[in-house]
């Protein structure tokens, strides 16, 4: 059974840093691409970050560019999220998903609240 | 970027009755268009990938259509539990993105 379960949201102040994590498991992670999807609290959905299977390319939303890194370590089955000068705008629900023709498994998501 | 505009923002419907939602492009995403359901409090939850192949353990009351710039999600008699919101998404090009949704909801 695939699974994606993601950690490391919280409450930071503006300017501040979160790293979250995702680990995966149920599937092979080596071999496909990762997302990282967020949501603001009653509104749509926004691809944050996207990682190819080895780690050579990363795309990320302009919002973001700067700012954000992702990451992934194939041996701990794991997709990790760098967020540094955390702005208002940011908070979210954070949630990892595995990319294949669409996003067909998510993790749960965790909450990022930035505020002072 | 391209933008994906979704209606109607709002489908009142009554159980049994049929949905039709629809997506809109900026420019062709040639088939690259998934759909995804959301109930509250929970992920969203992959439909159809590739305009119309449903994705697994999808019922067949769900069916999508289109290329290029226009999509239609089908929901051919809505069950209780489909009254959620609806987005469609592209993964023509980065940023892959989404519509702002369809929410269905009980008439």
């Known amino acids: 059974e695939v699974q994606l379960v993601e950690s490391g949201g919280g409450l930071v102040q503006p300017g501040g840093s979160l790293r979250l994590s995702c680990a995966a498991s149920?599937?092979?992670?080596?071999?496909?691409?990762m997302t990282w999807i967020r949501q603001a609290p009653g509104k749509g959905l926004e691809c944050v970050a996207h990682?190819?299977?080895?780690?050579?390319?990363?795309y990320y939303v302009d919002s973001v560019k700067g700012r954000f890194t992702i990451s992934r370590d194939n041996a701990k089955n794991s997709l990790y999220l760098q967020m540094n000068s955390l702005r208002a705008e940011d908070t979210a629900v954070y949630y990892c998903?595995?990319?294949?023709?669409?996003?067909?498994?998510w993790g749960q998501g965790t909450l990022v609240t930035v505020s002072s | 970027e391209i933008v994906l505009t979704q209606s109607p923002a709002t489908l009142s419907l009554s159980p049994g009755e049929r949905a039709t939602l629809s997506c809109r492009a900026s420019q062709s995403v040639s088939s690259y268009l998934a759909w995804y359901k959301q109930k509250p409090g929970q992920a969203p939850r992959l439909l159809i990938y590739d305009a119309s192949n449903r994705a697994t353990g999808i019922p067949a009351r769900f069916s999508g259509s289109g290329s290029e710039t226009d999509f239609t999600l089908t929901i051919s008699s809505l069950e209780p539990e489909d009254f959620a919101f609806y987005y469609c998404q592209q993964r023509s090009e980065w940023p892959v993105t989404f519509g702002q949704g369809t929410k269905v909801e009980i008439k």
């Open positions: 149920g599937f092979t992670f080596s071999s496909h691409w």
């Open positions: 990682i190819k299977q080895d780690g050579s390319e990363k």
């Open positions: 998903a595995k990319d294949e023709r669409g996003y067909g498994y």
